[in-house]
């Protein structure tokens, strides 16, 4: 009887709870949308929203070859880091570390695919089970185990150029995205429950996230028309304009085949020209062509142009440092801060990675197979750079020389193997 009291009197304190208008939401994030069904307006240059977007920071990443170097420097980091599952229950702890290595990729390429982000502003992948029975032929039912529990097959991305609109609900939470199929163009809603949603930051909280290019976009586009124009130059330069004399009397009807050839007029292994001789009644030619020089030298040094240009680029994510070597200036101790400063930029991203991934993949593995533990379980990054084993050493004798007890002390002397990454002390030695 008093079980059953104390029930319903939980049971008033949780409706009520519920009913209460002070825990209601009154406001939202702001995020310009339409519908449940919709395709973000956020942004307000056209060639930046939407697949669009998806395309114009392809170009950026593929073409450009600053922000190819900024990306690559980047992604080598990142797949530097090693990954180790954490957990005081080891079972647990080893099922997950399993898991790791039984997909049909290697986790480098999913960590690879999550890098995507940076170029677009999030990275969407869909969570892929398969049971676990042992080899198999079909690729969608082969595992290294036999214990019968689900594991992830895969973690796939789903690229952004193919997502076209996003699902929300009246509470403003995202509850799906919507893809285009590349192969049939038709198109299937991915729940959100099946995705992992990686975002550079989470402005306004849409899923969108913001690119790190969005900032390089001006310069970009500048750099981009002023070598295209300086190449054209450059041409015009070295062949000199073309130009094509007709007379007076010649009919005007020749007037749009001469403009071809002047459009037309390439130095190369085909360049020529083939005219008619005519003259007219005086003996005067009535048709001519000649290249005409340019006077002197340009005002503007577009070389100065462009490096300005390519330094603002690499200056939005830190990583300016990659165009020390091509200036006239430039110390050591300035390149080692600056990589210092950018690894330790690159690192956050890294743990945000990890942050997704703890937050949902790994406890939605968990809960799908029965797993319940007290004992917490996380897929954590090593560190991205090596320290300075110099700085390092200065800073273990200064300490033995203020007479801290270093050793023996099994704890550090793991933990200086393991930052200088050299072997594990044997059982021997031990």
Same mark, same amino acid.
């Given at each position: 009887?008093? #079980?059953?009291?104390?029930?319903?009197?939980?049971? %008033?304190?949780?409706?009520?709870?519920?009913?209460?208008?002070?825990?209601? %939401?009154?406001?939202?994030?702001?995020?310009?949308?339409?519908?449940?069904?919709?395709?973000? $307006?956020?942004?307000?240059?056209?060639?930046?929203?939407?697949?669009?977007?998806?395309?114009?920071?392809?170009? =950026?990443?593929?073409?450009?070859?600053?922000?190819?170097?900024?990306?690559?420097?980047? $992604?080598?980091?990142?797949?530097?880091?090693?990954?180790?599952?954490?957990?005081?229950?080891?079972?647990?702890?080893?099922?997950?570390?399993?898991?790791?290595?039984?997909?049909?990729?290697?986790?480098?390429?999913?960590?690879?695919?999550?890098?995507?982000?940076?170029?677009?502003?999030?990275?969407?992948?869909?969570?892929?089970?398969?049971?676990?029975?042992?080899?198999?032929?079909?690729?969608?039912?082969?595992?290294?185990?036999?214990?019968?529990?689900?594991?992830?097959?895969?973690?796939?991305?789903?690229?952004?150029?193919?997502?076209?609109?996003?699902?929300?609900?009246? #509470?403003?939470?995202?509850?799906?995205?919507?893809?285009?199929?590349?192969?049939?163009?038709?198109?299937?809603?991915?729940?959100?429950?099946?995705?992992?949603?990686?975002?550079?930051?989470?402005?306004?909280?849409?899923?969108?996230?913001?690119?790190?290019?969005?900032?390089?976009?001006?310069?970009?586009?500048?750099?981009?028309?002023?070598?295209?124009?300086?190449?054209?130059?450059?041409?015009?330069?070295?062949?000199?304009?073309?130009?094509?004399?007709?007379?007076?009397? =010649?009919?005007?009807?020749?007037? &749009?085949?001469?403009?071809?050839?002047?459009? #037309?007029?390439?130095? &190369?292994?085909?360049?020529?020209?083939?005219?008619?001789?005519?003259?007219?009644?005086?003996?005067?030619?009535?048709?001519?062509?000649?290249?005409?020089?340019?006077?002197?030298?340009?005002?503007?040094?577009?070389?100065?142009?462009?490096?300005?240009?390519?330094?603002?680029?690499?200056?939005?994510?830190?990583?300016?440092?990659?165009?020390?070597?091509?200036?006239?200036?430039?110390?050591?101790?300035?390149?080692?801060?600056?990589?210092?400063?950018?690894?330790?930029?690159?690192?956050?991203?890294?743990?945000?990675?990890?942050?997704?991934?703890?937050?949902?993949?790994?406890?939605?593995?968990?809960?799908?197979?029965?797993?319940?533990?007290?004992?917490?379980?996380?897929?954590?990054?090593?560190?991205?750079?090596?320290?300075?084993?110099?700085?390092?050493?200065?800073?273990?004798?200064?300490?033995?020389?203020?007479?801290?007890?270093?050793?023996?002390?099994?704890?550090?002397? &793991?933990?200086?193997?393991?930052?200088?990454?050299?072997?594990?002390?044997?059982?021997?030695?031990?």
């Amino acid at each position: 009887m008093e #079980n059953t009291m104390n029930k319903s009197k939980r049971m %008033e304190e949780v409706e009520k709870y519920s009913t209460d208008p002070k825990f209601d %939401e009154l406001g939202s994030t702001g995020l310009q949308r339409q519908g449940k069904i919709t395709t973000l $307006d956020e942004e307000f240059v056209r060639d930046l929203k939407g697949v669009r977007a998806a395309r114009t920071y392809r170009e =950026m990443r593929d073409n450009d070859p600053v922000i190819g170097a900024m990306l690559f420097a980047i $992604d080598m980091l990142i797949r530097n880091a090693s990954w180790h599952v954490e957990s005081e229950d080891e079972e647990t702890k080893a099922f997950v570390e399993s898991c790791m290595l039984d997909m049909s990729h290697t986790w480098d390429e999913f960590i690879s695919e999550v890098l995507s982000m940076l170029t677009f502003g999030y990275s969407l992948h869909e969570i892929v089970y398969k049971k676990r029975l042992g080899e198999n032929k079909d690729p969608t039912k082969n595992s290294k185990f036999t214990d019968g529990k689900i594991g992830w097959r895969k973690l796939p991305i789903r690229s952004q150029d193919s997502i076209t609109e996003w699902v929300f609900d009246d #509470n403003d939470e995202l509850v799906g995205a919507v893809q285009q199929l590349p192969s049939s163009y038709k198109t299937v809603t991915l729940p959100a429950e099946r995705l992992l949603l990686f975002r550079t930051r989470s402005q306004k909280d849409s899923p969108e996230g913001r690119s790190i290019l969005r900032n390089v976009y001006r310069p970009w586009y500048f750099k981009k028309k002023i070598e295209e124009i300086e190449a054209i130059g450059v041409e015009r330069d070295l062949t000199g304009i073309p130009v094509i004399y007709r007379s007076a009397e =010649m009919a005007a009807q020749y007037d &749009d085949e001469l403009k071809r050839i002047l459009r #037309n007029i390439r130095r &190369d292994e085909q360049e020529g020209l083939l005219l008619p001789l005519a003259y007219d009644e005086n003996g005067h030619k009535m048709l001519e062509f000649s290249l005409l020089s340019a006077p002197g030298a340009r005002q503007f040094d577009t070389s100065k142009v462009i490096d300005r240009y390519n330094q603002t680029i690499a200056m939005t994510s830190l990583a300016d440092f990659i165009l020390l070597g091509h200036e006239s200036v430039g110390s050591f101790a300035l390149s080692s801060s600056k990589t210092r400063l950018f690894s330790v930029a690159i690192n956050s991203y890294l743990w945000s990675i990890a942050a997704v991934i703890n937050r949902v993949a790994v406890p939605r593995l968990l809960s799908i197979n029965g797993i319940r533990s007290d004992k917490s379980v996380t897929i954590e990054p090593g560190d991205i750079e090596t320290p300075d084993l110099q700085e390092l050493g200065q800073y273990i004798s200064a300490l033995a020389g203020a007479g801290a007890p270093l050793f023996p002390d099994p704890e550090l002397e &793991d933990h200086l193997r393991r930052i200088a990454s050299l072997p594990v002390k044997s059982e021997k030695a031990i």
